[in-house]
């Protein structure tokens, strides 16, 4: 991500030559957002002010061909650039414009030729398709069509992959160094690009996502071409990582608006940070809970686990818990093996389950059940609820892992709100247990220390009045 330079280190660079969306879902906001999770620095020129929305494009605003120049020569003057994608240019001047520069620039260029937006709205002048022909394409490292923008540049019809090759060659024989066409506009459960490089053929295909919310997938997919070409990936590694990286995008799209929702280009980064900020809590919440001599007399004969789910978790795989439990070894507890997700089903079914009433609330621990626990609960000031497991329905109780969320879910509407504490006294074979809850695995892991030490305190004063009465 970064290069050494006169002794300093410096951020790669990448610069966006095109339109800005105010729905924040394509254009130089996709571009910026992409360049951020690669870790480079981003910086745009902005040819067209569009007012738009998942649904429509409402307006289009062409800032003067001058003044997308002079942003591109003050950036590129001052802080360089590594690498340049080029998006909504619209004009046929722009064009002119974006290309004078853009010769002057030692620095890998992406075209994303853009023409129609998702809505359907032209993009691209007529004369101006000639003008990028000429002027854009022969300057590009990477052109990036969809079929539809293939057609238009080649004069090609494509209907399959055969078609995307020819028309791939056709614009690698109007100059561009590599070409990639994107076949997500044809037919199929796949989805195949073509990328036609030094005369070789390459095949990225990945399996169709069934959604509606594409809106910026161009964009995004071209901008990551850029940005790996910036961090020093040659054309083909960069074009296969920003595959798997629109893709992921596509994966964590955003469900936003009427129409065609936006990729999530930052989906991944932002999810990969909230695994490890979890996995922190949790190892934060073991170094306190094992650092205590008083931990070890709430344990269950099964042992315990704490669990923590990362915001928006979806199911098992995005609660990380403890592998083998953390189990009693003289007065402490010791976890068998490190934090880790999807090894957990017991408690962190509880988590999904309290999840869907308080999205805060993405930590719990099973402990065992007692009077003492119950009672040092409540002089603490937790908020308990309970469930009878006697009462579990028949035909939830012969579903492997149903029965604790079943419970939770009695307990939490019992109480009309998420508790610290849940519990429910045991069945023929059951053990009884204890859920504590909380923000995280850390506020979980006070919460058990502080029942903890008024449990010890409680043993104390009872052993001292049994030592009196002696």
């Known amino acids: 991500m970064y290069q050494l330079s006169h002794g300093l280190w410096r951020v790669r660079r990448a610069l966006t030559v095109a339109g800005s969306d105010s729905g924040g879902g394509a254009g130089i906001q996709a571009d910026l957002k992409t360049f951020s999770s690669y870790g480079l620095h981003g910086m745009s020129a902005i040819t067209c002010i569009t007012a738009q929305n998942t649904e429509k494009v409402a307006a289009i605003h062409v800032v003067p061909a001058e003044i997308v120049r002079e942003q591109i020569r003050v950036v590129v003057d001052d802080i360089g650039v590594d690498a340049v994608k080029t998006g909504m240019l619209y004009s046929a001047d722009i064009i002119e414009a974006v290309s004078y520069e853009l010769r002057r620039v030692e ?16 993009l691209l002048t007529e004369r101006a398709v ?42 690698s024989e109007m100059g561009a160094q590599a070409v990639v066409v994107k076949g ?13 490089y030094r005369g070789r053929v390459v095949s990225l295909e990945a399996q169709r996502i069934q959604t509606r919310d594409t809106h910026g997938t161009g964009c995004v997919f071209a901008s990551a071409i850029a940005a790996g070409l910036a961090k020093g990936y040659n054309v083909v590694e960069a074009v296969e990582m920003a595959k798997k990286f629109v893709t992921e995008s596509i994966a964590h799209a955003l469900r936003l608006g009427r129409g065609h929702g936006p990729v999530h280009p930052t989906g991944a980064t932002y999810e990969n940070s909230e695994r490890f900020k979890v996995l922190s809590s949790l190892r934060r919440a073991v170094q306190l809970l094992t650092s205590s001599d008083k931990v070890a007399r709430l344990i269950p004969e099964s042992q315990s686990n704490i669990a923590m789910a990362i915001e ?150 009872l052993k001292e009045a049994s030592s009196d009465d002696m």
């Open 107 to 122: 620095a890998p260029i992406v075209v994303d030729p853009v023409a129609v937006a998702k809505s359907g709205a032209r």
């Open 130 to 171: 000639k003008t990028l022909i000429e002027r854009l394409v022969p300057i590009a490292t990477v052109v990036t069509p969809n079929a539809y923008e293939a057609e238009l540049l080649t004069g090609q019809q494509i209907s399959d992959f055969d078609g995307q090759v020819r028309a791939a060659k056709a614009l």
């Open 184 to 196: 997500g506009h044809l037919a199929g459960d796949s989805v195949v690009d073509v990328l036609y």
């Open 312 to 461: 928006g978790a979806a199911g098992l795989e995005d609660v990380a818990a403890l592998p083998g439990r953390m189990v009693r070894v003289g007065e402490y507890v010791k976890p068998v093996m490190e934090p880790w997700f999807g090894c957990s089903r017991h408690v962190a079914s509880a988590v999904l389950t309290v999840l869907k009433h308080d999205p805060k609330m993405r930590s719990a621990m099973n402990i065992r059940y007692g009077e003492d626990i119950l009672e040092a609960a409540e002089r603490l000031g937790l908020v308990i609820s309970s469930y009878d497991r006697r009462a579990e329905p028949e035909e939830i109780k012969h579903v492997e892992g149903m029965t604790i969320p079943w419970g939770v879910e009695q307990a939490v509407k019992g109480l009309g709100a998420v508790p610290d504490i849940i519990y429910h006294t045991g069945d023929v074979g059951k053990e009884a247990m204890t859920l504590v809850f909380g923000v995280d695995a850390v506020d979980v892991a006070l919460k058990v220390l502080k029942i903890a030490d008024k449990v010890g305190e409680k043993n104390n004063i």
